[in-house]
């Protein structure tokens, strides 16, 4: 069963999963290094911060079923974002029918 991840221990999680391959929406792979309170994802210049990843957090627990992609984050990095929250069950990955259309 997977953990619930908090806010409090978000961070704690990312850390932990530096090495990892994780895959954007569009299936690239990537992995990340964590030095201070930042990450460094190996395809992005940019480090993307743990005050971006708490916005996103916060942003995706106040409005459930609202944010529906990385785009909708609106957050720096959204796509990395996005990625690591897919793998670790905050965010779940919404399939296309046969017409098109999101469950």
């Given at each position: 069963m997977e953990e619930?991840?908090?806010?409090?221990?978000?961070?704690?999680?990312?850390?932990?999963?530096?090495g990892e391959t994780f895959y954007t929406v569009k299936g690239l792979p990537f992995t990340y290094t964590v030095k201070g309170g930042e990450l460094f994802a190996e395809r992005k210049k940019k480090s993307i911060t743990r005050a971006t990843f708490e916005k996103a957090f916060l942003k995706i627990?106040?409005?459930?079923g609202e944010i529906t992609g990385p785009k909708k984050l609106n957050v720096f990095g959204g796509p990395y974002v996005w990625a690591i929250f897919l793998k670790f069950g905050i965010v779940e990955k919404k399939s296309l029918r046969k017409d098109g259309q999101k469950d």
């Open positions: 619930t991840v908090t806010i409090e221990c978000l961070w704690e999680k990312i850390k932990a999963c530096e627990q106040e409005r459930p």
